[in-house]
């Protein structure tokens, strides 16, 4: 029967079956081997087909996994050439920052934009504490607004605590395998507990499942929301993803130079020094902006320092 996956603890996944019930579900051996560099070859989000397993009520074997649409890594600890994969099937990415207490800075965001082009998950940036920007921060606000949408990112101003945007933001969930992403303290938690206001109950209500393996560390986490769509919260991951791209490769995942790059007079350019450059020229004329090729720099010089 067909399935999917919203926790995983370790060796024991928390599964949904295709008519509403919850169960527990483990790998059948096979499986796991077959997959040798991923170090968990099931995520949440997956689909999967079960078999009942002797012994148990709402006991599963894993069977197969049904093709992903996408999927978010992190890596292993100790483990650097083996993934973690930590959620997979994703519609869109929820991108949070805040512009006061504490501010997030342009260069994270960006590197959150980079991560989500490079799994192609849509994003969309949240700025949240409205509430409590003074008019630098609302300057600074359209600024940004203007920078991404530009770049052809949906952007949304909102306050969890005064209620702003949150509607338009939840328009937005319905329907869809939403990723909540960004730093500690922009407000993930009070968003998700002011549009599901309920999620504290359910976590309670399926935590009896099996228990099995519930100490364990998790990644992600995923929840239906009351109004259709789901979320998958990632609260222990705080960076996903720059990881392992290649330098000529990063300027892809940048739309707006993505354009330009036809025109490079080399084809591996990666838009510092070299000759006849269509990024740079972009930045001259400014169809790429200041913010965004100081941004597009420092990840650069990140990736420079990584040994693959
Ligand atoms: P998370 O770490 O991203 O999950 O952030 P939290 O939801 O735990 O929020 C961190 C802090 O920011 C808490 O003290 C919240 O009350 C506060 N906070 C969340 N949303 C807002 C908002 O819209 N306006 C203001 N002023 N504070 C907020
Ligand atoms: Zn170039």
């Known amino acids: 029967m067909k399935a999917w996956v919203y926790k995983s603890t370790g060796s024991w996944y928390q599964v949904k079956t295709e008519a509403g019930d919850w169960g527990s579900a483990r790998i059948k051996g096979k499986l796991k081997l077959d997959e040798s560099t991923a ?22 074997m894993i069977t197969a996994i049904h093709d992903r649409k996408n999927h978010i890594n992190r890596q292993a600890p100790g483990q650097r050439m083996h993934q973690h994969v930590v959620a997979a099937n994703l519609d869109q990415a929820l991108v949070f920052a805040t512009l006061r207490e504490p501010k997030t800075s342009s260069g994270f965001i960006d590197r959150y934009l980079v991560a989500c082009e490079a799994y192609h998950i849509p994003a969309i940036i949240i700025f949240n504490k409205a509430d409590i920007y003074r008019s630098k921060e609302t300057t600074l606000f359209e600024e940004l607004n203007h920078l991404y949408q530009d770049i052809g990112y949906r952007v949304v101003l909102m306050s969890v605590h005064d209620g702003r945007g ?44 099996s228990g099995k393996g519930m100490h364990t560390t998790t990644f992600a986490e995923m929840f239906d929301l009351p109004f259709g769509g789901k979320i998958i919260d990632t609260p222990g991951l705080r960076e996903f993803g720059v990881k392992g791209i290649e330098k000529p490769e990063l300027s892809h995942y940048f739309p707006e130079m993505r354009k330009l790059l036809v025109h490079c007079q080399f084809n591996n350019c990666i838009h510092i020094n070299e000759p006849g450059c269509a990024v740079k020229k972009g930045l001259e004329e400014g169809t790429v902006s200041v913010e965004r090729y100081v941004s597009y720099c420092n990840i650069l010089d990140s990736l420079d320092n990584r040994t693959y």
């Open 39 to 60: 170090t968990n070859p099931v995520a949440v989000g997956d689909e999967v087909e079960l078999e009942e397993e002797a012994g148990g009520e709402n006991l599963y």
């Open 166 to 209: 949150v509607a338009e933001v939840k328009e937005q969930l319905k329907g869809k395998t939403t990723l909540i992403s960004g730093h500690s303290g922009v407000g993930k938690s009070s968003f998700i507990n002011a549009v599901f206001p309920e999620r504290q109950l359910k976590t309670q209500e399926v935590s009896g499942w």
